[in-house]
């Protein structure tokens, strides 16, 4: 039997309530975690749904408006801190890759990472 199960992280939109945080949601599908639009906060509700960073393994980013990005920074940061072993691959549009690249080195840390980027120039 397969194993599939989506997390909901937040759905809150542009704007946090005290019980809805930004976008993010975690689909677990057999072996693979893809992580969803990861707005700021996602760190703090993967805690909450007992979710860690080496259990990601693809990142979907659907649009940069910063409710679907501005975690992706932080996220990075966290699969190089936890040292995650595996690469994780990044989808995003291809129309966003400044947004991306400025996000993908948004602060200093040793980045031990390992993030590939997928940049997608086809619609749909």
């Known amino acids: 039997m397969s194993a599939r199960e989506l997390v909901v ?6 704007v946090p309530t005290r019980y809805r945080n930004h976008n993010g949601y975690l689909l677990r599908w057999d072996a693979e975690g893809i992580l969803f639009d990861p707005g700021e906060g996602t760190q703090r509700q993967m805690i909450t ?17 910063g409710d679907h990005c501005l975690g992706f920074a932080s996220m990075v940061q966290r699969i190089s801190l936890d040292r995650v072993p595996h690469t994780v691959d990044v989808y995003y549009p291809a129309s966003g890759q400044v947004y991306y690249d400025r996000l993908r080195r948004a602060s200093i840390f040793h980045d031990v990472s390992h993030i590939e980027p997928h940049p997608i120039r086809e619609a749909g």
């Open 9 to 14: 992280l937040g759905t809150a939109s542009q």
């Open 49 to 65: 749904a007992a979710v860690t960073a080496s259990m990601i393994t693809r990142i979907c980013i659907t649009h940069f408006h």
